[in-house]
């Protein structure tokens, strides 16, 4: 019997707007008044697992009162509404127990209070630990829960010193943190580096934000041709783009499913046809997806020849530092960086050993004209100068 982890979907509808000043924030007396919104929480009851009874949350905040939330389950839609919220930066944390009280799920996050907003946010719920529910594929909101998609990232989105966000919040310039050299397996890079990235390992379930790069920097590629060159009955420098079953194995090689030997050869890794970088359009479109990506140490570099039927060549020959398995949660506008900076992207952390049996997809990404058309960088993206659109 296959075992599976329950994750539960926790959806918060925060409305933020602009009231007058003779709101009432949750500051202390003693601190001034600031502006204030309110909180519009709902949770879709008919997607929720039956052991649990009734669902907690707390948005905390330095020198601020917590804000505490109950909503019960009783089979229609629950919901709830939080006046006098200050504008600012909350932590939320929100807790799933049974009819015992006994919490059973749970899950953090971060969110900005701005004025005359509204933003919406997904909370994903993972079981606390010693408890397991069996054949559960419950609160996937992509429509397919058994979709995964092959990807590859390099040192623009996940790298010793480069910035993200713990919590899921905003990336800033001054982080609010920076991946250490163990935290992305930097101390044991190699070319055929296969292993879980430690951070992924041991956050399990938790939502961050990382980054994707710069327009003609990228750090996020979609290979649309496996070559079959990564099948090693096939010679080196055959590009015949695979189909079916013999695709599956030559991704399950290369991503080393099939064993540390069965990894392509540095010889078998340049000039792979259509490598797609990921600029705004692109990363929008793999919100609700689940990714499986081997991660370089160094940068993926793109050949642009569109006189070519596969005109976007990468070569994939260097050292790796791992895998991780995520899924896409959110992508938004980057700012305060450079005007080519691409977004940033929320994902929620997945358990790589529960995906060694899955089927791969392809993800057919938008194609960039240039390494410098479109510089598609503002979420949610523009259709506007790509070669072609993709699917």
């Known amino acids: 019997m296959r075992i599976k982890y329950s994750l539960l979907i926790v959806g918060l509808i925060i409305s933020?707007?602009?009231?007058?000043?003779?709101?009432?924030?949750?500051?202390?007396?003693?601190?001034?008044?600031?502006?204030?919104?309110?909180l519009s929480l709902s949770l879709d009851e008919a997607t929720v697992p039956q052991e649990v009874s009734n669902v907690r949350g707390y948005f905390s905040r330095a020198d601020y009162d917590t804000i505490t939330f109950e909503l019960m389950i009783n089979g229609s839609t629950a919901s709830k509404l939080i006046e006098g919220?200050?504008?600012?930066?909350?932590?939320?944390?929100?807790?799933?127990?049974?009819?015992?009280?006994?919490?059973?799920?749970?899950?953090?996050?971060?969110?900005?209070?701005?004025a005359e907003e509204t933003t919406y946010v997904n909370i994903t719920l993972n079981p606390v630990a010693g408890n397991i529910m069996i054949q559960v594929n419950w609160?996937?909101?992509?429509g397919g829960s058994d979709?995964?998609?092959?990807?590859?990232?390099?040192?623009?989105?996940?790298?010793?010193?480069?910035?993200?966000?713990?919590?899921?919040?905003a990336i800033t310039p001054s982080g609010p943190q920076f991946f250490s050299e163990s935290d992305v397996n930097d101390d044991m890079a190699d070319e055929k580096q296969r292993n879980t990235l430690r951070y992924f390992a041991n956050h399990i379930g938790s939502t961050i934000t990382i980054k994707s790069g710069k327009t003609g920097d990228e750090g996020w590629f979609a290979p649309?041709?496996?070559?079959?060159?990564?099948?090693?009955?096939?010679?080196?420098?055959?590009?015949?783009?695979?189909?079916?079953?013999?695709?599956q194995t030559a991704i399950r090689n290369y991503v080393g499913l099939n064993g540390k030997d069965a990894?392509?050869?540095q010889n078998r890794l340049?000039?792979?046809?259509?490598?797609?970088?990921?600029?705004?359009?692109?990363?929008?479109?793999?919100?609700?997806?689940?990714?499986?990506?081997?991660?370089?140490?160094?940068?993926?570099?793109?050949?642009?020849?569109?006189?070519k039927a596969l005109g976007v060549y990468g070569n994939l020959q260097g050292e790796t530092l791992g895998i991780v398995v995520?899924?896409?949660?959110?992508?938004?506008?980057?700012?305060?960086?450079?005007s080519s900076t691409l977004p940033e992207v929320q994902i929620t952390i997945m358990d790589v050993s529960q995906y060694g049996n899955s089927e791969f997809n392809l993800f057919s990404a938008p194609v960039p004209a240039s390494s410098s058309e479109p510089n598609d960088r503002i979420a949610p993206g523009s259709t506007d100068g790509y070669y072609s659109l993709g699917e």
């Open 326 to 338: 995520f899924k896409v949660n959110e992508v938004r506008t980057l700012n305060d960086f450079s």
């Open 85 to 114: 919220v200050a504008v600012g930066t909350w932590n939320c944390k929100i807790e799933a127990l049974d009819a015992s009280g006994a919490m059973i799920y749970m899950g953090r996050t971060e969110v900005t209070v701005k």
């Open 224 to 247: 649309n041709c496996i070559p079959a060159k990564w099948i090693s009955g096939y010679n080196y420098d055959d590009y015949t783009c695979l189909s079916g079953e013999e695709r």
């Open 139 to 142: 609160g996937d909101t992509s």
């Open 263 to 265: 990894i392509p050869e």
């Open 16 to 38: 933020f707007a602009l009231f007058s000043g003779c709101e009432k924030s949750t500051a202390p007396e003693s601190m001034p008044m600031n502006e204030v919104g309110m």
């Open 147 to 169: 979709d995964l998609f092959f990807l590859i990232l390099d040192e623009d989105a996940l790298d010793n010193g480069l910035h993200f966000n713990h919590s899921g919040g």
């Open 270 to 307: 340049d000039k792979i046809p259509d490598v797609r970088p990921l600029r705004a359009l692109g990363l929008n479109r793999l919100i609700g997806k689940t990714v499986y990506a081997v991660v370089y140490d160094s940068d993926i570099s793109i050949n642009y020849d569109h006189d």
